[in-house]
């Protein structure tokens, strides 16, 4: 074990935001118990869970020995996975009604063109449903044609009366009975789920859909309670789009000046963001101007993780910096690499490298070479993160360049 070092955190609040995603908060809960015990054997230091201590819906309890000191720390979900759920309550005709709607978002508006200049592998992951759809509704269409030709070539060769109608018909049928084929296999493929996560953000051109909005002014409420309880940090931690969720939620809390001066520490751990996809688009004008804002306050530490092997992110992208709205007095968010090649052994890798949405994951995951990103450690142990990476050096890979085309910041 680590030589014992000056406690700065005896309690903790972890404020977790998932990204979009319609699992229920209890399978956060058991990755967090499952991974945690891995990590702590590697790690050589105790973690343990317990039943929520707190008044939140979705939560759990943690207490830790590392560093040789002992820390208490309270896990809640922010739930939104109903939201997630309801917006995925989409027939096949709406869904191809989305894929035309969100192709145009992205592409008529240029921004598909410009995210390519920064990371090809979040492009592509948005391509896949585009694609993989279209795919689907050929092969329907072929089945239907074919089913088609068939009846009419039976009718006239072998009954002597042209079935024309009828094979137009069961060709229709055809053509749904394939394409609802593959909607009932989505599991497998995740193309109807990865355009309905795509087509969320782009429905209303980078503003926040109603429901999310309310949603938020929840989470921010929860936040400053916590802001004001016992404890020496509360740290919220945004996954994949839950980090620009968690970028506006705090905006609003420091803007609105609810956040205690003499308070916890108050951090953001942002991990496998994905913010460009949406501040990118025309109308993100409230995100741009949470990003420009958030990114010079003293009130929070913001440290960005991401790594270059998970295709889903914006690797190593200055969220702030490529969306083209860094103001001089910019001061975050630290951007560093969770290097899952260097941190994952060989063997461990070489099982990951294909399973792109476990990899995505993989921040809340264990590492068997872990370095200095340890989710357990920033999560449950008795530094801050400010503390953490005090000193740290940003990426020296980072990407910092503004190639948005849209920065406006007023509605």
């Known amino acids: 074990m680590s030589d014992p070092s000056p406690q700065e955190v005896h309690r903790r609040r972890v404020m977790y935001i998932p990204g979009y995603d319609p699992v229920p908060p209890r399978k956060y809960r058991e990755r967090y118990r499952r991974e945690a015990a891995a990590q702590a054997a590697v790690s050589g230091y105790e973690i343990a869970l317990g039943p929520k201590r707190t008044d939140g819906r979705f939560g759990w309890h943690v207490q830790a020995v590392m560093e040789g000191q002992t820390v208490e720390t309270d896990v809640e979900v922010m739930y939104?996975?109903?939201?997630?759920?309801?917006?995925?309550?989409?027939?096949?005709?709406?869904?191809?009604?989305?894929?035309?709607?969100?192709?145009w978002a992205y592409i008529g508006s240029g921004a598909l063109f410009r995210l390519m200049r920064l990371r090809k592998g979040p492009v592509i992951a948005a391509l896949y449903p585009v694609v993989f759809l279209l795919v689907q509704?050929?092969?329907?269409?072929?089945?239907?044609?074919?089913?088609?030709?068939?009846?009419?070539?039976?009718?006239?060769?072998?009954l002597g009366i042209p079935l024309s109608f009828f094979g137009l018909v069961l060709g229709l049928v055809m053509v749904w009975a394939v394409l609802d084929l593959f909607r009932r296999q989505?599991?497998?493929?995740?193309?109807?789920?990865?355009?309905?996560?795509?087509?969320?953000?782009?429905?209303?051109?980078?503003?926040y859909p109603p429901a999310q909005e309310a949603r938020m002014a929840e989470f921010a409420d929860r936040i400053e309670r916590a802001l004001r309880g016992d404890v020496d940090e509360v740290l919220i931690v945004g996954h994949s789009s839950g980090a620009y969720i968690a970028v506006s939620i705090l905006a609003d809390l420091i803007r609105a000046g609810r956040v205690p001066d003499r308070g916890p520490r108050l951090a953001l751990l942002s991990l496998g963001q994905v913010i460009p996809m949406v501040s990118f688009l025309p109308k993100a004008h409230r995100l741009r101007a949470d990003l420009a804002f958030l990114s010079t306050r003293v009130e929070i530490t913001w440290v960005d993780v991401t790594a270059p092997g998970d295709g889903c992110a914006f690797a190593l992208c200055d969220p702030v910096a490529v969306t083209g709205v860094a103001p001089a007095e910019?001061?975050?968010?630290?951007?560093?690499?969770?290097?899952?090649?260097?941190?994952?052994?060989?063997?461990?890798?070489?099982?990951?490298?294909?399973r792109l949405f476990e990899l995505h994951f993989q921040y809340l995951n264990a590492f068997d070479r872990p370095r200095d990103y340890d989710y357990f450690r920033i999560t449950a142990g008795p530094r801050s993160l400010h503390s953490r990476f005090a000193g740290r050096a940003p990426s020296r890979s980072r990407i910092e360049r503004a190639v948005n085309r849209f920065t406006s910041v007023a509605a």
């Open 330 to 354: 910019k001061r975050w968010p630290l951007v560093i690499s969770a290097a899952f090649t260097q941190t994952l052994s060989p063997a461990r890798w070489k099982a990951l490298r294909w």
């Open 186 to 207: 989505d599991g497998r493929f995740l193309a109807y789920y990865l355009m309905h996560d795509y087509a969320f953000s782009a429905r209303y051109g980078g503003a």
């Open 137 to 158: 509704l050929l092969l329907a269409l072929g089945v239907g044609l074919a089913t088609a030709l068939a009846v009419e070539w039976l009718g006239v060769r072998v």
């Open 80 to 103: 939104w996975s109903d939201i997630v759920r309801a917006s995925m309550k989409q027939g096949i005709l709406a869904t191809y009604g989305q894929l035309v709607r969100t192709a």
